[in-house]
């Protein structure tokens, strides 16, 4: 069983920047792939980035030139660099980690934006 805790929430202004982490709690970067998620109230989950466990990444849209995802496979960590934040970005942002018929979840940490 995957476990995965997140952190680095909190209250932001437009413009600026937070960096969120996600500690698994074994070395499952080799086997699985990881992602950051995002669901603002009202909305769908939607996937905002992803990296393989190649190293490969790809992102949403909307958050392309703004947000970056890595992984230390030392600190079985992965973050997600959120610059230049928007208002629109506020979501509960939740990690998974994903490989053939399993998923797991984080419990989702909250980001908010204000204008």
């Known amino acids: 069983q995957v476990q995965l805790e997140e952190s680095g929430g909190g209250l932001v202004q437009a413009g600026g920047s937070l960096r969120l982490a996600c500690a698994a709690s074994?070395?499952?970067?080799?086997?699985?792939?990881m992602a950051w998620y995002r669901q603002a109230p009202g909305k769908q989950r939607e996937l905002v980035a992803r990296i393989t466990t190649g190293g490969s990444t790809n992102y949403a849209d909307s958050v392309k030139g703004r947000f970056t995802i890595s992984k230390d496979n030392a600190k079985n960590t992965v973050y997600l660099q959120m610059n230049s934040l928007k208002p629109e970005d506020t979501a509960v942002y939740y990690c998974?980690?994903?490989?053939?018929?399993?998923?797991?979840w984080g419990q989702g940490t909250q980001v908010t934006v204000s204008s």
């Open positions: 074994g070395s499952i970067f080799r086997t699985h792939a």
């Open positions: 998974n980690a994903n490989r053939p018929y399993f998923d797991y």
